[in-house]
DNA sequence: CTAATAGTGTCTATTAGACAGTATGTT
DNA sequence: AACATACTGTCTAATAGACACTATTAG
């Protein structure tokens, strides 16, 4: 028919399939510090995660992840860059593809297929003021057999929501999530959630990402915490230390007048 | 704006936008036997991929894997499935989401994004015959530091490419992965390839997914073997029996005619 | 008997888990 | 001194690696 790859390309009509729209939601984790109220504590950690609140329909009035719609002259990673940089005004932070979500239904304006992303920072580091319509939640969950329930904080506002899990023939990880039970997040959103939090657990215990999370420098203790608040756990001290010595790097500073005996801070030591 | 969910829906354009396309591609990986030329010795094992050589531009003549345009009534794992059935008339079989490429370039007749696919079989459960235009080649790779050899072979072509991989910060594991030579592979499809490797080689050490690509019955040599040519390296016998003794059962047949001591044939035990 | 693979016993090295102890700051 | 956390020593349990050994068939 054609005689050449110029030739076909000339003659290729782009518009003559229905019209299927690519997005990227980004799941944004953190860990955040909160007071105690007894000056000798140390601090406790929760993980968090950044939700926008919709001021259109659909979904109008909910919460989501920050996303947007892919550029047909932007590159797939940059979509996700993009909407980090409008939302938090921060560029050149740790992103990895978590999964494309594409089930029919997922947005009643059209057929939407998702590229959800995972974002990991430290929010200390965030010079700029959220947008208006924009919160941090601390997020706890409690995982059982067969489903999680995952609750969701501001401070002002709760929102929980329940996946179900379904665990996958001839594997020993591969589960199916489902949504059971989801009050005020848009979208499927809460797999994305879920998602994310999943990979996190698991790149933690093989990878160096958590220091994506830290400051330049760091107690052990609270690196400790970070673990184990994403792990939903605790560890012991010994073990825990001898995991990350060959990660870390002992500097000539301390962090003191927390009523206590001053912890060493360390520094990430690159291979 | 609008008063409801329902007026915003009926007011809204999706061809407002340009065109961006969804496709489905798919890593089919299978292990194949070898005869070898003493009755003796056992059959030299193989991973294989099933490819297809392209009849139509772009990339006319070249092998690919095999894919599709997502159809806009068509669920996201739906795509994959269908396909598979197309090309190997099987269904119900492991598959497995990768990841999503995007790059701008990576198809000339328009903005195409594909989100791609892995599935294992066992290939001699294979009841059709090939397309005509379908298959199975062998492969193999050599892995260094920084780069990937991987070689195709069918028995009568050759395909070679090389993947340049470069550490991302803060990882152990993170990868960017780049095509640095390919003679004869359309598309990205590489960076398909030896993505799915890649998770391949991982996945085999945690989770059950190598007797997807097991027979219901098999000997523990020979899936040893399997897991042999996926992790590219020799295991020690002892060690690798008390690693999947948990996972399998013995029954009470066996495999003989071969010149030595005959095997003990097991079956996958589900937890 | 021989070649070839099947399958086991056991020693050693490495790593993870547990617990108890010592150290050192603030009020 | 009391409290709270920082940090370490060491015993034990579990797991992985290495090697040598025995077992069993077809020809």
Known sequence: MYKSEEEFLKNY??????????????????????????????????????????????????WCLPGGFLKVNEELEECPKRILKEETNIQNIYLEQLYTFGSIKRDPRMRVVS????????????????????????????????????????????????????????????????????????????LVIWSGIERLKNKINYTDIVFNMMPELFALGDLQQVYEVILN?????PAFRRIIAGKVEKTDKVK????HRPSALFKYKKK
């Not at 984790?29 to 001021?55: F, G, W």
Request: charged share 35%; proline share 3%.
């Open 13 to 62: 009509n782009p518009k003559a399939y229905d019209p299927i729209s690519l997005t990227c939601d980004i799941l944004i984790v953190s860990v955040s510090d909160e007071a105690q109220e007894n000056y000798r504590k140390s601090s406790k950690k929760h993980m968090s995660i950044l939700l926008v609140k919709r001021d259109t329909y659909p979904f109008k009035d909910k």
């Open 115 to 190: 590229t959800s992303y995972i974002a990991l920072i430290d929010k200390n580091r965030l010079k700029d003021k959220l947008k208006e319509n924009a919160s941090w939640f601390n997020i706890t969950y409690f995982e059982e057999e067969k489903e999680v329930l995952v609750i969701l904080d501001n401070g002002v506002e709760q929102l929980k929501f329940k996946i179900k899990k379904t665990l996958k023939e001839m594997t020993t990880d591969r589960y199916k999530f489902d949504i059971k039970e989801n009050d005020s997040i848009a979208f499927d959103h809460p």
């Open 233 to 237: 756990k605790k560890l012991l001290d």
């Open 256 to 259: 003191t007048g927390l009523g």
